[in-house]
């Protein structure tokens, strides 16, 4: 059974820095896509970045392109979204996902697999 564990949400000021991890669990992730989504109050959930297991091909959205990093740990089956000078309007619950698939997909439809969530808030 496929587990996804989020963790490192937390309350932080604009500007700061924060990292989640993903830890999966269940089987083999050699083949998957990991991704990043995010939801806001009242929103839709969104694609935030996402890597490919074994290549390590990345995607990001645009609204985090120059501030958020996705790595990975394969050892420790550990996905990674290094945050820096965090918005107010990044302030949402973050969501880890993972798909079988030779693309890296952005809608959540086509992520089977999701972790629980954890929240960030960024005050400004």
């Known amino acids: 059974q496929v587990q996804l564990v989020e963790s490192g949400g937390g309350l932080v000021q604009a500007g700061d820095s924060l990292r989640l991890s993903c830890a999966a669990s269940?089987?083999?992730?050699?083949?998957?896509?990991m991704a990043w989504f995010r939801q806001a109050p009242g929103k839709e959930r969104e694609f935030v970045t996402a890597?490919?297991?074994?290549?390590?091909?990345?995607r990001c959205a645009n609204s985090v392109k120059d501030r958020f990093t996705i790595s990975r740990d394969n050892a420790k089956n550990t996905v990674y979204l290094q945050m820096n000078n965090l918005k107010p309007e990044d302030t949402a619950v973050y969501y880890c996902?993972?798909?079988?698939?030779?693309?890296?997909?952005?809608?959540?439809?086509?992520?089977?697999?999701w972790g629980q969530g954890t929240q960030v808030t960024v005050s400004s």
């Open positions: 996902a993972s798909t079988r698939t030779n693309s890296i997909p952005v809608l959540t439809i086509l992520y089977p697999y």
């Open positions: 269940g089987r083999s992730f050699s083949s998957d896509v």
């Open positions: 890597i490919t297991w074994s290549g390590g091909s990345t």
